[in-house]
């Protein structure tokens, strides 16, 4: 039997159209990166870009800000002066792993920092020694690839290579078997990878083709179908296990299983908007003819709130906006000034008059309710399938279609839980130097109950608990449609 949670609350209801910048691409200089005040070729002092993540995170960051004068407060300023302690004659390549370790404290996942090195010839030219030393031969590949006791361990594709991901003691390592690239020192056995597993995700260093080591966390996705590698730009591998290098393809797609049941698969929205509403489009008189409209979403980990016109064929209520909260801080008010001008300026030049002291918590931008105009077609239920990967835009979407439509039921596992905090800002930390260390954080509050009835803890629980194991989630959508 599958457990029947309880139905969506009131806050389901609340709509705010959020601007989640998506931070697997938002890493662009002429954008966020200000001019360096130290050499941008001298070695990262990880101790003052310690410093500096904690006057920007503590200037900008409203969750932090929300437990001022609580225990909750007392305890960061606790783990802040333990970090300043491990920060200190940290190499280069280790500061940004210990900078994300400090802010995971917060279980944020629009909290977040990563690196982007930019290392001179000569620097490279000394690393590359140690790591041609970490090659493998194909046959020790072979040979580590028999133990598959851990999810991450086998063969994967970034579309352009293909890698075995090994394990060797308590590492996770990834060794290049065949690529289409033609550098004359990249051959198999080439270390790309090397990773230890903490908790649910793997952190450790990806290593470019021109021996420059970054740091990346890894997380595995819709039932091991791929990896995500976290880290500015963004990467996905998928698994490859014949050997045939393909693309990792994030378009959705539509597929009728029968009279009754169509099933609309979106792995991402990190995609065009136009070629998604194209898509609708395109099969407008497939969804409309469909007794049951079934939404997998397993393994979307975001992107952009791109997917109103895939809900208004199912709405059957007004979403109402509610405001949620911002903190007053330059660098908050600069990032809320890119949007007036545009489509939105009525809802941020509000905002930006409320911001005038730095360090105040004020109220969010109001955005006007959405009203969809009624549908005459053959919906009666919409089923969302979700696991423990969805996050950000992909939750967003799941309460905006719960607060749009009493048609929704969703089917699977907590979602990630990374949706109380949104609208993601990018700082470069000017003291990493060369290693280009990137500071992204949330500028808002998605309402003003997240201290109390925040999603971030607990994810978004299914309205059907059901095992990730096989294809369960689908099955029990389809019986439970039948059965009703």
Known sequence: MFAIKKMASKRHLQYTLLYLLLTLFACSNKHIAPQMTVNPNDPCNCSDAFTELTQK???????????????????????????????ADQADDLCTATLSDFVSHFKDGHLFVWDAPRYDSSFLEKQKPRLMMARRT????????????????????????????????????????????????????FLKMSLTKQGDEYEGSYISYAYAERYVRVGIHKEGDYIKLIMGGGSKWRRSEEEEIRPFN??????????????????????????????????????????????????????????????????NSTLTSEKGYVLTSPDNVAYFKRFVGFLYSSVYSPLLKRMKASGEIVDGPKYKDRKFSAQNNSIARVSILTDNSCASAAESFILHAKGASDKVITFGMPTAGVIDYTSVNVILLENSARQYIYFGYPTGTWNQKILTEGYNQTGILPDVSVSTAGDKALEAAIKHFERN
Do not use: C, M
């Open 138 to 189: 194909t046959k020790e590949i072979d040979t580590l690839l028999v133990d598959r006791s851990d999810p991450i361990v086998g063969k994967w594709s970034d579309g352009e290579s293909i890698f075995a991901i090994v394990k060797e003691d308590s590492a996770f390592k990834a060794y290049l078997i065949k690529t289409r690239r033609k550098d004359k020192d990249i051959k198999p056995g």
């Open 250 to 315: 994030a378009n959705p797609a539509i597929e009728k299983i029968n009279e009754v049941h169509t099933l609309i698969t979106i792995p991402s929205f990190s995609i065009d908007a136009g070629a998604f509403k194209k898509l609708l489009e395109d099969n407008h008189d497939l969804i409309n003819h469909t007794q049951h409209l079934i939404i997998d979403i397993r393994g979307n980990t975001g992107g952009n709130a791109i997917y109103f016109p895939l809900i208004s064929y199912f709405a």
């Open 57 to 87: 995170l503590e200037a900008n960051y409203v969750g932090l800000a929300l437990q001022r004068g609580t225990d909750a407060y007392e305890t960061y300023e606790a783990r802040k002066k333990e970090y300043a302690l491990k920060v």
